[in-house]
């Protein structure tokens, strides 16, 4: 590559680009860690990207309609860091970029969503940037349907590379957006033919523009260091009513001496190396120094959005002030205040109807009364709506004829779901819930990681929560995957016993605002426990007395879902021969463990023998058999040991030995 024919052929472009590349080898340089080479390849992409196409104010960098940004290839963060202390952000001081990647600094080793306003997403894993994108555009495709392009009107802008583009996630998402014709979604691909390990072709041969032409995307391939031709094929992505893909050939390092090598990828350390590509690109040698002009015509740059910002307020403020206002409630993420009147309102005909059915089913019944009064809400499922009973009546469909609907057939993409609802928490204005059989967060386990990195609001619905599901046997009946999630910080894993517990725990889900959400649900029917209506939400409580012992406490069962009423069971045959049990019903551990001391002991008081209760493996359980004032020769376990089996619930819960009978026996061989 002719450093020297660039810089000429293009002065002025050449000059803003080198900025990134200096500050990022300075930065990569200072922290002795980090991936220099990306950055280096396309800054030329990103910087006709900021001057001449997205739309966004550094001043104001949560403002709904601003174009999105998406490092899908995480590793390459400087670039993200360089554009947002050159066009001004608050949060990107110079000195961040000079703290990069140590403690306390916002500029992250991979770009971490919170750290810095500006940062969209957190990206790394590779793949997930990408299939975040997908969400954040069918986000802006639902409101602008809904609010009109006065008001929603923005495009989203991914840079994405080999390693993305490997990830299996990435064809979940791109297939999605093909499908659904996501038209203001564009990604560019950094085709620099160089990982980790050598040249692309020792482990891939795939034919990457013509994957995305297969899957229904507009699909143009550029020089990614020509200004022009970068600019050409951004205007006709935007005109293109597919989602883009621009390939751009780029030399990963640029003018480096490790240009074009895996050497490049990483960290470009060597003192004389780095002068040297200094020198070539004609830029000041000093560390962490852009020329004055540079520096203005890149503020310059971040200005111009302020006129485009003010515009779409003077739009905004057009609306009605009811219209402005539920805009805004919903932005800010607050939950509309029916909410807590209609979900004690179905507490109280639950408790006084006390049907039979699945969990599944009671999470329909919730969603058949909020998603009327919650327009933010998005539904879906991997191709499991009738057994996730995820969908209700007034939602519609979310298809490219249908921009207004509000429920996403997913197909059979797990991964790119939940990938997906992560970036419509993350775009603002939608509240995503998307259901699979509770088996399969092993496929979604990439992106629910995330949701709780980030602390987004996402809800998973995971139905067929135990061996309870029966005759599918041990491929779909998860026994670890409870004990999985409640092992991952910052998520509340529900798992509620009956319809009351399910709207409460729904309740809680939408009130969220920092914490993703699952609800581990039943294929099989489970009777209403709750028959005393409370207004009270006793699930927010994570843990709670049920049924209280008659007499000498001498017992506590502890259990969660569709075990609670084994435990309700047992309890009354050990009342029968006169052992007082009390019987705790935990619906959320995460919930239970923020309690105060003082509540947690009144509910597990020292003393009585434990016997825990749940239709998956004992990991975790201890904590609460003998961690809280309990003694491990005093406490038992009723549950699962290894994997299921085929055959009707019914039977497996016998086989297994979680039955009434078999929990009170174990409570007297404890009391002896």
């Known amino acids: 590559m002719d450093i020297a024919a660039l810089r000429a052929a293009h002065p002025d472009h050449w000059k803003k680009a080198t900025a990134i590349r200096t500050l990022t080898l300075d930065a990569v340089a200072a922290a002795n860690s980090g991936h220099s080479g990306m950055p280096m390849g396309m800054a030329d992409v990103a910087t006709v990207l900021y001057e001449n196409h997205l739309n966004f104010d550094p001043k104001a960098p949560d403002w709904p309609d601003r174009d999105r940004f998406i490092l899908s290839a995480g590793h390459g963060s400087m670039l993200l860091y360089a554009l947002m202390y050159l066009t001004g952000y608050e949060d990107m001081p110079l000195q961040q970029i000079k703290d990069f990647r140590q403690w306390g600094a916002r500029t992250a080793g991979h770009p971490e969503y919170g750290h810095a306003r500006g940062i969209e997403t957190t990206t790394g894993p590779l793949g997930q940037g990408i299939a975040n994108s997908v969400g954040f555009a069918i986000a802006e495709e639902i409101q602008r349907a809904t609010w009109g392009k006065k008001i929603v009107d923005h495009f989203t802008y991914v840079i994405a590379g080999d390693g993305c583009l490997m990830e299996g996630v990435s064809q979940e998402a791109i297939a999605l957006a093909g499908m659904q014709q996501l038209g203001h979604l564009i990604v560019f691909w950094d085709n620099n033919n160089i990982t980790i390990d050598g040249t692309v072709d020792i482990a891939d041969a795939t034919n990457q523009p013509m994957r995305f032409e297969a899957s229904g995307w507009h699909v ?139 969990t599944r089913k009671s999470s329909e019944m919730v969603l058949e009364v909020v998603n009327p009064i919650m327009q933010e809400t998005i539904g879906g499922s991997a191709d499991l709506t009738g057994s996730n009973n995820t969908l209700t009546k007034d939602l519609g469909t979310f298809h490219p004829d249908t921009r207004k609907g509000r429920y996403i057939y997913y197909g059979i993409r797990e991964h790119g779901m939940a990938a997906a609802m992560n970036g ?66 910052n998520i509340n894993v529900f798992r509620p016993a ?26 099989q029917n489970v009777p209403t426990l709750r028959t005393e209506h409370k207004t009270r939400n006793l699930t927010a ?70 016997v825990a209760i749940e239709a998956g493996i004992r990991f975790g359980w201890d904590r609460w058999l003998y961690g809280e004032r309990g003694k491990r020769e005093k406490s038992g376990f009723i549950g699962m040991h290894g994997f299921g089996a085929s055959a009707p619930a019914e039977r497996l819960y016998e086989e297994f030995g979680i039955t009434p009978q078999a929990t009170a026996e174990k409570v007297k061989s404890l009391l002896k």
């Open 220 to 358: 143009q391939s550029i020089d990614g260091h020509d200004p022009k031709a970068i600019d050409a094929a951004i205007t006709a992505a935007k005109a293109d009513p597919r989602p883009s893909m621009i390939a751009c050939k780029t030399h990963i390092a640029l003018g480096h001496a490790a240009q074009d090598t895996s050497k490049g990828h990483g960290a470009l350390t060597n003192r004389e190396q780095l002068e040297a590509a200094k020198a070539a690109y004609g830029a000041p040698m000093g560390d962490f120094e852009v020329a004055e002009d540079v520096l203005a015509a890149w503020r310059a740059i971040g200005a111009r959005g302020a006129a485009t910002r003010k515009a779409w307020q003077d739009r905004f403020a057009a609306l009605s002030a009811n219209k402005q206002a539920e805009f805004n409630r919903i932005y800010a993420g607050e939950a509309p205040k029916r909410l807590s009147a209609t979900i004690r309102a179905l507490k109280k005909q639950v408790s006084e109807g006390a049907p039979s059915v699945a």
């Open 541 to 610: 409580q994570g843990g709670y007395v049920l049924a209280d012992a008659e007499g000498k406490r001498q017992a506590i069962l502890l259990a969660t879902g569709s075990e609670v009423s084994i435990a309700m069971a047992a309890r009354d045959i050990l009342q029968a021969e006169g052992i007082g049990t009390r019987v705790v019903s935990m619906p959320c551990w995460e919930l239970f463990e923020e309690q105060d001391e003082a509540y947690r002991k009144r509910v597990l008081p020292g003393g009585p023998v434990r």
């Open 424 to 489: 419509m928490a993350l775009h603002g204005g939608a509240k995503p819930y998307g259901g699979t059989f509770m088996c399969f967060t092993d496929y979604a386990r990439g992106a629910m990681r995330l949701s709780a990195l980030m602390g987004l609001p996402v809800t998973y619905v995971m139905t067929h929560d135990s061996i309870g599901l029966g005759e599918d046997g041990p491929t779909h009946q998860p026994v670890e995957h409870l004990a999985m999630l409640r092992a991952t910080p």
């Open 498 to 523: 009956d319809t009351v517990e399910t709207a409460e725990a729904w309740e809680l889900a939408l009130t969220s605002d920092k914490t993703p959400n699952v609800l581990a649900l039943t294929r």
